[in-house]
């Protein structure tokens, strides 16, 4: 980890139905570079609409995110460039259907970056190599397991090469048995240096693997800190009141 | 008994004879189911092209129009958006018939190019249906693969046309099917406006001969037997789709 501020959040509020759900009120945070930042809260706390204000997916009602240093709020600023950068991965995986997983992961480099089939194809076949999934490159994804599935969203987002990596709750729709493997491509990812900002329930990550830990609840970040410091000595009584039912 | 039924026979095939082999009758029917082909296929080919237009439209209004800034691109939306509602009423609002009139007494005055004054016409009807087929399908799919596409730096055109609409088409290829089906049916009324399809072929030989039940129930036989060879692929595409699901 470096200093470098590679995200920063000033102000942020998210309205929905017209102001009658504040969603978001008045966020804060900085992600450094090669950080894992860990996001945990009750459901419905912001958590989702925090990461997705991340990248834009949710537009904010006030507020601004700066992405290596250029207000992305701005209106003047095409937010699909910097999305290339920002590689983001869902709880329900969206692959692409009609396409094969080859298909899934060359499509945006080959469309967006202008790599030709066979740069886009080389990467996609090294990093599924590195996922365990290399002789599945021509398979649709409805043939691959919830788990395969989202290993392959990950490689997907990593074909265009992205700065950082946004994580919606990427194991809750998982079988069981299949979160460890998905947990451990994700674990990989962040020995390499990726910066990471990940929503989950699984405290084990979060201690494991996180850099900073931090707590929502009703649209605010409530406590942050280390792992050690949100999970062995938690100040605010939400974060006590939390952590007692989930751990 | 024998005797009536032989005298039957033989004017029957007299009536044949005059209505088909005679003066090469038969001509006007396979002309006329030529042009009746012919008309439906362009006129499906124009109505996708408008129904798309109008779907995406329609469907990104109703999905983004509330969520985007205020600007230009907004207000032409809301304009495209209303224009698309005003055509879709009016086509669907008034018989076809009057439509094929309005065209070609109106606006194709100096042609007299049957085919092509049919293709528009019922291409221009076709395509407020084909409208509504396509936007159910591009409304069917789930959220999350705007938002995959998005995520990745496509912007929305490029969503729309590399991942949502394969995907929509795929989902509605039956219904295009269908209504390809329904408007080679729909075509008969050509004949209103002196366009030669099969509908009128067969009038323009009971006009000549003085026959009705031969010439009409050729006609109908034709169309029959058109649908169900229509159909019939339909099913065999829907059946290989459904397979391609897995
Ligand atoms: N599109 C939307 N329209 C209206 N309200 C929304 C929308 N998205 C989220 N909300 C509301 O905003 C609040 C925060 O939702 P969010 O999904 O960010 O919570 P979360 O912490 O991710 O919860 P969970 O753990 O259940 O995923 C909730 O009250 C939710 O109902
Ligand atoms: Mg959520």
Known sequence: MNDKILIHVEGLQKEFAGGEVKALQNIDADIHSGEVVVVIGPSGSGKSTFLRCLNLLEVPTAGSIYFNHVDITDKSVDI?????????????????????????????????????????????????????LAD????????????????IAIVRALCMEPE???????????????????????KELAHEGMTMVVVTHEMGFAREVGDRVIFMADGMIVEEGTPEEIFSAPKQPRTKEFLAKVL | ????????????????????????????????????????????????????????????????????????GKKCLAVANWFGGVYLTVIRGTPVVVQLMIIYYCIFVSSNNGVLIGAVSFGINSGAYVAEIFRSGIMSIDNGQFEAGRSLGFNYVQTLRYIVLPQAFKNVLPSLANEFIVLLKETSVAGY???????KGGDIIRGATYQTFMPLLAVAAIYLAMVMFFTHLVNILERRLRAGER
């Open chain 1, 80 to 132: 699909n460039l910097h999305r290339r950068k920002m590689g983001m991965v869902f709880q329900h995986f969206n692959l692409f259907p009609h396409m094969t997983i080859l298909g899934n992961m060359t499509l945006a480099p080959m469309k967006l970056l202008g790599k030709s089939k066979e740069e886009a194809e080389k990467k996609a076949m090294e990093l599924l190599t590195r996922v365990g």
């Open chain 1, 136 to 151: 599945r490159a021509g398979a649709y994804p409805s043939q691959l397991s919830g788990g395969q599935k989202q290993r």
């Open chain 1, 164 to 186: 950082v990596m946004l994580f919606d709750e990427p194991t809750s729709a998982l079988d069981p048995e299949m979160v460890g493997e998905v947990l451990e491509v994700m």
């Open chain 2, 1 to 72: 008994m024998a005797e009536a039924l032989q005298s039957l026979w033989t004017e029957l095939a007299a009536d044949f004879h005059t209505c088909f082999i005679e003066k090469n009758r038969w001509k006007y029917l396979t002309s006329g189911l030529g042009n009746t082909l012919l008309i439906t296929f362009f006129a499906l080919l124009m109505g996708v092209v408008i129904g798309v237009v109008i779907a995406i439209v329609r469907s990104t209004y109703a999905k983004n129009y509330k969520e985007m800034k205020p600007g230009f």
């Open chain 2, 193 to 199: 406006v002196a366009v030669r399809d099969l509908t």
